[in-house]
């Protein structure tokens, strides 16, 4: 049986001239690592993405904050492609992407998927925001979702505090890239509906209402929103920095505000604004009071803050609105002629002071206290051929964080990234999110090295060497510790057929057993993927390997087949996946296809199978609706989970239903 299914993974049939998956879903799936995968931040980015796809941008009338939110574009392709609006004005096709030279064929094809191309503006480049247009011209969106599992967890029986459905409400109505208002309403697997403490209904809302350019105003955001300033030392919930996708935006900064509109519970609420102040600085300020759930402490102080947004159980339910924390902050921005200068300072009040547990080594200096300020310096300046991006920061007890990246296009076939930062370990920012091996914006110190090599339009070789010091202990690190992390990366894309092959090796220390010294933690993951693509049938067939040494050995492996096939009003998708790990350290993962807004990054470990369905139903102009049947199998277990989450069975099914209302 195994082997019959390893081989109808291996068979791939191509079909007519096909083109039937998302560029920017295949770019997720080719910059993604493991780490990348578990990180919230990458589900934003893939969120973003969806939003774009759904709602482009208007090219003539985009700004360079709104391009820098495009996790592929460097900062000198975001300058080529303002310079050259510029320069010969508002762009009649998108074809005319090929004037940018920093742009290779890849992005261009992204591009088109996430701009376009405003007719009327070509007319009228004075445009005016006229409430009757708003109202006349704008689109409505609904859409609604859930997903059904048919298995019950043990928390079904006992434990949880609602249905066993996830279910969630997002309406936007937008009038181009001028007007977004709209709300999501979310409720996760086992919350309570109508009922106890969610008498309101959802478990999770989030309000908002932007508009964009104005007059003078840039951007004003009312209700949930997201702020990036710099390059995430002081603040950043809403931009990733991956390893892999560094070598794309070669280490660019990344500052605004945006509504949020997503199902995440990293977010602001309450105002935020940019103004323009002149044709070369411009001014954000904004200021947010929101309830946070927190685990509190014996004597009401906050043990830890906590960002799952589950509430299930009596014990999480306990946890939710523990804090109120106020947040202000802002920063005054000049930009002309490729430089950039910025001050950016963010104030944080906690209505409860934050005390965790510091007898434990490695927490000695997480944050502490009720008040927090933090203020940084960003600078950079871009050219065609090189860009230099920097940020240093301070908290209000002096300590220093600083990060500092140099690109060069040496040529259009060769550009080069070096990266270096340097995070004190008592270096306090509850909201930076930045560049790291480590995950936080403390207690690091190093280089990174990146080299992109494009010989030729189908070929490309991505190259990073990253070491990390961290002076500190870390969780299961009681000493001063290292890491090394190398990747190379090879693809070939064809007119139809892409081939792609992945190495990396990783170091990292940890305690050994009797935590009297390090240990090198040794881990080696590759993956080799064939592709075939066209307008309406594709496929992918993709092998992904992993092998780790640390006081023992342990190896995984997973071998996938998806396909998608595109006629008129029908999309399919279907995908297979056999997986076999020696334990949970050595798991693999899955970047499956899913409703819109849906992230679906699955990790896998032990033995069996994974496979699933989805169609996507176009039924008139304004209505669709999307189904997914999946299906999990293993083949050495008799019980998946534990705790709440236990099911008594090796096998675990769902079904996911959408349905989306344009008018």
């Known amino acids: 049986m195994r082997a019959l299914i390893v081989c109808l993974l291996m068979v791939v049939t191509p079909g007519a001239d096909a083109q039937a998956e998302h560029p920017w879903e295949k770019y997720l799936n080719e910059v993604m ?56 004005g508002p762009m009649k096709s998108l074809g005319e992407l090929r004037m940018i030279r920093s742009l290779d064929d890849s992005q261009r094809r992204l591009l088109t998927y996430i701009l376009y191309i405003d007719e009327a503006e ?73 009922a ?85 600085l411009t001014a954000t300020a904004f200021l947010s009071w929101r309830k946070m759930d927190a685990t509190l402490n014996k004597d009401s102080t ?51 002071t934050l005390q965790p547990n510091t007898s434990v080594l490695y927490r000695e200096h997480y944050p502490q206290g009720t008040d927090f300020l933090n203020a940084s ?4 300046y871009t050219s065609f051929r090189v860009a230099l991006q920097g940020e240093t920061a301070t908290d209000k007890e002096g300590h220093i964080a600083t990060i500092n990246s140099l690109s060069w296009h040496l040529s259009d076939e060769l550009s080069m990234v070096a990266l270096q930062r340097f995070y004190s370990y008592s270096y306090t920012a509850l909201d930076a999110q930045s560049y790291s091996d480590g995950g936080r914006v403390q207690n690091e110190s190093g280089v990174y090295l990146g080299l992109t090599w494009q010989p030729s339009p189908k070929w490309r070789m991505s190259y990073y060497a990253d070491y990390a010091y961290f002076a500190w202990a870390k969780y299961q690190v009681s000493l001063s510790s290292h890491a090394w992390d190398h990747l ?28 009297t010294a390090l240990t090198n933690q040794w881990e080696h993951r590759a993956r080799l993927s064939a592709e ?53 350290d050595s798991r693999v993962y899955l970047y499956e296809q899913a409703p819109l807004y849906t992230y679906a990054m699955t990790q896998f470990y032990g033995e069996g199978i994974r496979y699933w369905l989805m169609a996507r139903f176009n039924i008139g102009r304004r209505l669709m609706l999307t189904a997914k049947w999946g299906v999990t199998d293993y083949f050495d277990r008799s019980t998946i989970g534990s705790s709440y989450q236990l099911i008594d069975a090796s096998s675990q099914s769902d079904l996911g239903v959408q349905l989306r209302w344009k008018f």
């Open 33 to 88: 690592t493991a780490e990348d995968a578990e990180s919230e931040s990458w589900e934003r980015t893939y969120e973003l993405l969806c939003e774009l796809e759904q709602h482009p941008l208007n090219v003539n009338h985009v700004a360079r904050e709104e391009l820098e939110q495009l996790p592929f574009l460097s900062a000198q392709q975001i300058e080529e492609l303002t310079e050259y609006l510029y320069r010969y």
């Open 122 to 194: 070509l007319v009228d480049t004075q445009r005016h925001l006229r409430l009757k247009d708003v109202a006349k011209y704008g689109h409505h969106e609904l859409m609604g979702s859930m997903r059904i599992p048919f298995y019950e967890r043990k928390g079904d029986r006992e434990g949880y505090l609602g249905p066993p459905y996830r279910h969630w409400l997002r309406y936007q109505f937008s009038y181009g890239d001028e007007v977004k208002l709209g709300f999501v309403a979310a409720q996760d697997a086992g919350e309570p509906f109508f």
């Open 196 to 280: 106890g403490r969610n008498r309101w209904g959802y478990d999770y809302y989030s309000p908002y209402l932007q508009l964009r350019h104005i007059g003078c105003l840039e951007t004003l955001v009312l209700g949930c929103y997201r702020v990036s300033m710099g390059m995430g030392l002081v603040m950043n919930n809403g931009f990733s920095l991956g390893k892999v996708s560094m070598l794309q935006t070669l280490g660019r900064s990344s500052s605004g505000i945006r509504a949020h509109s997503s199902r995440s519970d990293s977010y602001l609420q309450g105002a935020a604004t940019t103004l323009r102040l002149s044709k070369s």
């Open 302 to 352: 906050v043990s830890s803050i906590l960002n799952t947004g589950y509430h299930r159980t009596e014990t999480e339910m306990q946890k939710k609105h523990n804090l109120q924390a106020i947040k202000t902050g802002g920063s005054l921005r000049f930009q002309r002629q490729g430089f950039h200068l910025g001050v950016n300072a963010l104030y944080t009040h906690l209505n409860r």
């Open 377 to 380: 310096l960003d600078y950079g």
């Open 488 to 515: 190379l990366q090879l693809s070939h894309t064809g007119k139809h057929w892409s081939i792609g092959a992945r190495y990396r090796l990783r170091m990292k220390q940890r305690d050994n057993e009797d935590k």
């Open 532 to 584: 075939y693509a066209g307008s309406s049938f594709s496929c992918r067939t993709q092998v992904d390997g992993g092998y780790c040494a640390y006081d023992h050995q342990e190896w995984g492996i997973m071998l996938s087949q998806t396909m998608s096939y595109v006629h008129r009003w029908l999309r399919l998708n279907a995908g297979l996946g056999y997986f076999h790990t020696t334990s949970y």
